[in-house]
């Protein structure tokens, strides 16, 4: 199983930037795809950015142009570089993982933009 840990979450004004981590461990066969979700209070989980299994991105709308995700894959970590922040950013950033057979998720990192 996989283990995710995110970290790197805070309070930031608007404008401002801020670098999510996710550091995944534990015994597992492989992932086939690792990103990042929101979730803001009132509202469903959304998707935000992800690697495929072949390294290629996928980017939510909301995340185009301001967010850059990137990894090393020596230390098994996945990023999440937020820039020209919005107090509409302000959710519950999960990592998630998935393998061939399961997805697995973090217990998220808590971002809020404001003033």
């Known amino acids: 199983q996989v283990q995710l840990v995110e970290s790197g979450g805070g309070l930031v004004q608007p404008g401002g930037s801020l670098r999510l981590s996710c550091a995944a461990s534990?015994?597992?066969?492989?992932?086939?795809?690792m990103g990042w979700y929101r979730q803001a209070p009132g509202k469903e989980r959304e998707f935000v950015a992800s690697f495929n299994r072949y390294g290629g991105t996928n980017l939510a709308d909301s995340a185009k142009g301001r967010f850059t995700i990137s990894r090393d894959v020596a230390k098994n970590m996945v990023f999440l570089q937020m820039m020209s922040l919005k107090p509409e950013d302000t959710a519950v950033y999960y990592c998630?993982?998935?393998?061939?057979?399961?997805?697995?998720w973090g217990k998220g990192t808590l971002v809020t933009v404001s003033l």
């Open positions: 534990g015994s597992y066969f492989s992932i086939s795809s």
């Open positions: 998630k993982a998935v393998t061939g057979a399961m997805d697995y």
